[in-house]
């Protein structure tokens, strides 16, 4: 089985950088699961038009439609061939800001642009046509639209942290960190909660992947929560951390994908700094992490059967995790 993982890796000595400036290579890694072995990874730098000097480069969120993987840096989008891994297009535009996720659909690109708090659609030959606010104010009453927000390292903090794009029965639904819930792009009344606020410890959902009748969220302090995609409710929270067969801790969980009975959870090393940006995250002092990593979740038995720690790259950022057949 391949496995497309999309990351950042962070600079050198990292903790002495901002918010914004922190990671300096986005790469494409396309991982043979059975063997561990990385079959091929891509490089990517963006032009300097399209990033403020100094600014992190990272591959954030993708998906695939067909034989392309749809990718975002936070200033980008991305098409590349998955079997050829030529560099297909790249559209920018200076309202992009934190780009978190992209997704495909019926012609259309739904780019998840998070530091603006919108989702912007654009069409097949990259121009925005459409742009929906996902905040309580209007997104061109927060935010000037003579500034270019490529340049600008960072908008935090975020009313809703918008994070991921998914589609259920042909309607496109957004991931809300802030909230920990989800709501449907177009009719944002429509929604359903992810996380339970009543347990402290879950706190900023991330991803939403649809598979069979249900939908796979993490949180990113180490929970893997099912959800059953026709009534909207919590099947089940699973706690990486109590099921982990090892003492360190499980690090910042991102991206995930399922492949029969078993979930491929991203596990990204935290910086002592991200500590202390969650206050609900009960933690004292820095616990011992693992290094970056994929778990492999068997959630028939409620068990990590397998990790594999990230070889070159033991603190990079892992967003996507994409299970690629070839079409």
């Known amino acids: 089985m391949k496995l497309v993982l999309t990351m950042g890796i962070p600079k050198k000595n990292v903790n002495k950088y901002k918010e914004g400036f922190r990671f300096n290579r986005a790469i494409i890694q396309e991982l043979d699961w059975d063997s561990k072995n990385v079959i091929n990874e891509v490089y990517y730098f963006p032009p300097l038009d399209n990033i403020g000097r100094g600014l992190s480069i990272q591959f954030k969120g993708g998906s695939i439609y067909k034989n392309n993987l749809y990718i975002v840096t936070n200033t980008e989008v991305l098409i590349y061939n998955l079997l050829t891994w030529e560099l297909k297009r ?43 606010n996902m905040a309580s104010v209007a997104t061109w009453k927060r935010f000037k639209k003579h500034i270019d927000y490529r340049t600008i390292p960072t908008t935090k903090p975020h009313e809703v942290h918008i994070n991921h794009l998914f589609e259920i029965d042909g309607e496109i639904w957004v991931t809300r960190g802030q909230k920990g819930d989800a709501v449907k792009l177009y009719d944002q009344n429509i929604r359903f909660q992810v996380v339970n606020h009543n347990k402290d410890e879950i ?13 796979y969220f993490t949180s990113v302090d180490g929970y ?102 070839v079409n």
Not at 203 to 215: M, T
Not at 240 to 266: C, D, H, M, S
Request: aromatic fraction near 12%; proline fraction near 4%.
């Open 90 to 132: 790249v559209f920018s535009y200076p309202s992009f800001n934190d780009l978190h996720a992209v997704l495909y659909k019926n012609g259309k690109i739904y780019v998840c642009n998070t530091g603006l708090e919108m989702v912007q659609v654009l069409n097949e030959e990259g121009e925005i046509i459409e742009e929906i």
């Open 224 to 325: 893997l929560i099912i959800i059953n995609k026709y009534s909207k409710k919590v099947e089940e929270y699973i706690n990486l951390n109590k099921i982990n067969p090892f003492q360190k801790r499980i690090p910042w969980t991102r991206g995930v994908e399922v492949v029969g009975r078993y979930a491929f959870v991203g596990a990204t090393k935290m910086r002592p700094t991200k500590f202390k940006e969650l206050a609900k995250w009960a933690i004292k002092g820095e616990p011992i992490q693992m290094p970056s990593c994929i778990l492999q979740v068997d959630l028939e038995k409620k068990e990590i059967v397998e990790i594999y720690e990230m070889q070159k790259y033991k603190n990079a950022a892992i967003y996507s995790i994409l299970a690629f057949k």
């Open 203 to 215: 706190i900023l959902c991330h991803d939403g992947k649809v598979k069979g009748d249900f939908i």
